[in-house]
């Protein structure tokens, strides 16, 4: 049964792939390392992992998703689609004038977009307010915000990390996409970010490692976090940029572009 719950998983991050693809394409620019490199974990958290209603995407005590690099909203919009959210033929719309679907996310400008995102580094605070509300009212909901590791050179970062811990938001899942690459280059070489555990263990984080793109560690993993009563829990996701496209991956020079149809296609 387990294992087939995880092919099931791993069809639908390919044909989230595949629109994505299709998607940015169609644009004509976006982010495509990035949004592919975390479509599994997009994934496992909307088929498997939140507590949600697509039918009632406002529903009080669902969780949240907050996506702090908002350059990776292709994803996320592919993935709200193919869970219920809103029809998969407004992903055609994708970065048009007037669409509900912009190249970096809107505030509920869409069921299930929880928060705007541009400036990088601020969907950390973002989360850690929205958890810390959740606490204050004892609701039951859980947060989950998703970050870049470039994103980790902004001081705002660490200074939510010092809230965070001071108020013990064990109800915070900070899910970070160690692809290690940002827009200019690869991360270690524009600012190095290692021992990066060690820091965010330092910070008072509980620390989990995993493959990215495996669906038994990234739902073991969130289930753990899940389990933490007393503190929050960081997972460090390692990932592939550009994920299943041969000559995306691991390539830095794709983090803020998007693929181009072939002049002889029709």
């Avoid at 994920?243 to 691991?250: I, P, S």
């Amino acid at each position: 049964m387990i294992q087939k719950k995880i092919h099931t998983l791993e069809k639908k991050a390919q044909e989230i792939r595949a629109d994505s693809i299709i998607t940015l394409t169609s644009a004509g620019s976006g982010h495509a390392a990035g949004s592919l490199g975390m479509a599994d974990i997009f994934t496992a958290l909307y088929f498997d992992i939140l507590k949600k209603n697509p039918q009632k995407p406002w529903w009080r005590e669902r969780d949240r998703v907050i996506l702090s690099n908002g350059h990776i909203c292709p994803i996320w919009y592919v993935t709200l689609a193919h869970a219920g959210y809103f029809k998969r033929e407004e992903l055609k719309t994708l970065r048009d004038i007037d669409s509900r679907l912009q190249g970096h996310p809107h505030y509920r400008s869409a069921p299930g977009i929880e928060n705007t995102a541009g400036p990088l580094g601020q969907g950390i605070s973002i989360a850690a307010g929205v958890a810390y509300a959740g606490k204050m009212r004892h609701a039951t909901y859980r947060v989950y915000v998703l970050m870049s590791d470039g994103e980790l050179d902004e001081g705002q970062s660490w200074e939510a990390f010092l809230f965070i811990a001071k108020y013990r938001l064990s109800n915070l899942t900070v899910i970070i996409d160690r692809n290690n690459i940002q827009i200019d280059g690869v991360t270690e070489d524009v600012m190095p970010l290692e021992p990066l555990r060690e820091k965010l263990e330092s910070f008072g984080f509980h620390v989990i490692e995993i493959d990215g793109h495996n669906f038994n560690h990234i739902i073991d993993a969130c289930h753990t976090a899940q389990a933490m009563l007393e503190t929050s829990c960081a997972i460090i996701a390692h990932t592939i940029p550009g994920k299943g496209v041969d000559f995306m991956e691991g390539q830095y020079q794709w983090h803020g572009k998007a693929p181009k149809l072939p002049q002889n296609f029709s």
